[in-house]
């Protein structure tokens, strides 16, 4: 009888969803939120768990975002225009990749959902409905993103799942997965559009000495 009275869950359509982020994506700026980050890995069948925060802006030029990972394993990603990096503490080493020709892409993928249109979307994405699913307490619509560059979908993100909550414009969850099966998660709380934040919340700070290493 419970089950019979439970309200069914219900999926906006893909229009009002899209709607939403199109009026969200006009009043972007940034956005601050805590996180929580699992990545699977298909061939092992396991999976890791990350908590931390994350900051991303828009700039002249791009974004930019900072996320800072908690304990026992501490590290810092910084995220600009062609350039990423990746500092880790306990060695006192960063990391310190070109994006080249991907970094268009690596702009959307960062701010996927965050102050992007639904024509943005469109351009580089097919677009489903999946349907209604709760991210916790939450009631939201999950939506499908599958790229389209053929060379997209075979060496880097085969699929994208985006969970868009009930009245709102931007993702509370996001699932990227790679054509291996491999997959992360990443479940957004706490968070906050436009916010009030100083500017080295948004950029890396390296200590002195640091050690600078640039991987091929």
């Known amino acids: 009888m419970a089950l019979l009275l439970a309200p069914a869950l219900r999926a906006d359509s893909l229009e009002d969803v899209l709607a939403r982020m199109d009026r969200a994506a006009a009043e972007f700026k940034s956005f601050s939120a805590k996180l929580k980050r699992v990545d699977f890995t298909a061939v092992l069948n396991e999976s ?3 908590t931390g925060e994350v900051a991303m802006r828009r700039v002249k030029g791009g974004n930019q975002a900072l996320t800072k990972f908690d304990p026992p394993e501490p ?13 880790y503490p306990k060695a006192n080493t960063v990391e310190i990749y070109d994006a080249g020709k991907l970094s268009a892409t690596a702009d959307q993928m960062m ?24 991210v916790g307490p939450t009631h939201a619509t999950r939506i499908e993103l599958t790229p389209k560059s053929a060379e997209m979908r075979q ?20 699932k990227v997965i790679s054509p291996s099966k491999n997959y992360f998660l990443v479940t ?6 436009n916010p009030s934040l100083p500017d080295s919340a948004y950029t890396l700070k390296l200590p002195p000495g640091v050690k600078e290493l640039r991987p091929q």
């Open 48 to 50: 890791t768990e990350l």
């Open 155 to 174: 060496k880097y993100v085969s699929k994208i799942d985006l969970w868009i909550p009930d009245g709102q414009g931007n993702p509370i969850q996001e």
């Open 111 to 134: 701010l996927l959902g965050f102050g992007i249109s639904s024509g943005e979307l469109r351009k580089n994405y097919d677009l489903k409905l999946v349907g209604a699913e709760n």
């Open 188 to 193: 957004y709380s706490d968070l906050k559009v």
């Open 75 to 87: 590290h810092e990603i910084y995220f600009a225009g062609r350039t990423m990096k990746r500092y």
